[in-house]
């Protein structure tokens, strides 16, 4: 017999899943208390990597269905949500999303409605990297300074590199200039470059 299951999450603490309850409610779906798992936990964390995400999984079988309020209480990568919802599919569990008209997201056109998301974020996710690149080639054109500022100053990095040519170690010259190993590294780095 088919169980129906919940999963309603928030990102922040000061927030409640109790909308999404209702709204599950709301939609004629009836799902035993000891059924609903909420959880707080942020949208980028992949869903099986969410405590309460993976013991709901864990207790589900097929024939079992998942109702989700938006497409985002799984997750806000599409990759993790299409990933997601095929893995609960090949265990026989179909998901539901109210905000796509309750569509099951495991049938033909639950299928198609994730692949269009999924062409859709990746197309976002292209053009983002696409700016962020014509951004950083336009800085570096304007001759500003990309990356992370060092942390010590231009006479304590020429210090640093005669020291090291000294042959003084990278943990004494940490400890000395209050840095990490890797800082006294890139120092090093950025003389050769």
Request: net charge positive; hydrophobic share 45%.
């Amino acid at each position: 017999m088919a169980r129906t299951f919940a999963y309603c999450r928030v990102s922040t603490a000061d927030q409640t899943t109790e909308n999404q309850v209702r709204e599950i409610a709301a939609a004629g779906f009836s799902v035993e208390p000891k059924r609903v798992v909420e959880e707080t936990v942020s949208g980028s964390v992949a869903a099986m990597e969410r405590a309460g995400f993976s013991r709901l999984v864990d207790r589900m079988e097929e024939g079992d269905v998942l109702i989700v309020t938006k497409l985002d209480r799984l997750g806000r990568n599409a990759m993790d949500v299409r990933a997601t919802v095929e893995r609960l599919a090949g265990e026989g569990v179909r998901v539901h999303c109210l905000a796509l008209g309750g569509v099951d997201l495991t049938s033909a056109a639950g299928k198609m409605t994730m692949g269009v998301l999924s062409a859709v974020a990746e197309f976002e996710r292209d053009l983002l990297i696409e700016r962020t690149q014509a951004g950083l080639s336009r800085a570096k054109a304007e001759g500003k300074a990309l990356g992370r500022p060092s942390a010590l100053t231009q006479e304590q990095q020429d210090q640093v590199r005669a020291q090291r040519a000294a042959g003084v170690s990278l943990g004494v010259l940490a400890n000395k200039y209050g840095v990490s190993r890797a800082a006294i590294q890139r120092v090093g780095k950025r003389a050769v470059a």
